[in-house]
């Protein structure tokens, strides 16, 4: 008597199947500690990814907030500062006044009301304004707040400080970067600077 063909091979193999097409648990095991070295391989690679597009969107707000104070100068024929002639920083959170002006909050300095610059409200703590009403404070995308050196006294000049010194310009703009340090030492190596 000859056997069917599946009987036939696992008569030859000497091995007998209950189930085909069944996953032992070792086989499982296998696979699921595959997936998991190659996303461990992944998931450096996406924190350098974000950590890339976090430095390209405050680059692209730098130059947006520099060609804002840059504009009202050119409307008002000075620049965006509440009072006095000396050169002014606005540091941090303290870049709230400036955002008041360029958003038309502040209708002292800016009483034609013109809308320099629009900033989306900040998700997270992150990349945009700390508020919604006068006085919010433009965030980078690490959470930190922009600093904004401008020229007040015209001569084309600021002191940045923070180990970059006078830069010659009439308006300057930097973030900490990822590591939010700023200072000498290496520590503005990864600022993300308006000059250059």
Do not use: C
Not at 160 to 187: C, F, L, M, R
């Amino acid at each position: 008597m000859k056997l069917p063909l599946p009987l036939r091979l696992n008569h030859v193999l000497g091995r007998t199947f209950k189930r085909l097409g069944a996953f032992t648990l070792i086989e499982i095991l296998v696979v699921i500690s595959i997936i998991a070295v190659l996303a461990s391989l992944l998931f450096p690679a996406m924190s350098a990814v974000r950590t890339q597009a976090r430095k390209a969107s405050a680059k692209n707000d730098i130059t947006q907030l520099v060609n804002a104070v840059r504009n009202f100068q050119v409307d008002y024929g000075r620049y965006p500062i509440v009072s006095g002639t000396a050169d002014v920083a606005y540091s941090g959170t303290g870049n709230s006044v400036l955002i008041d002006i360029l958003t038309a909050t502040n209708a002292t300095v800016n009483p034609r009301a013109v809308r320099y610059i629009e900033i989306p409200i900040a998700k997270k703590g992150r990349a945009g304004l700390s508020g919604s009403s006068s006085g919010a404070a433009w965030l980078d995308p690490f959470g930190e707040g922009y600093i904004i050196h401008v020229d007040g006294n015209y001569d084309d000049k600021v002191n940045v400080g923070s180990g970059y010194g006078i830069i010659s310009t009439g308006v300057a703009a930097y973030s900490k970067g990822d590591d939010k340090e700023d200072g000498t030492a290496g520590k503005n190596a990864d600022n993300i600077i308006s000059w250059q």
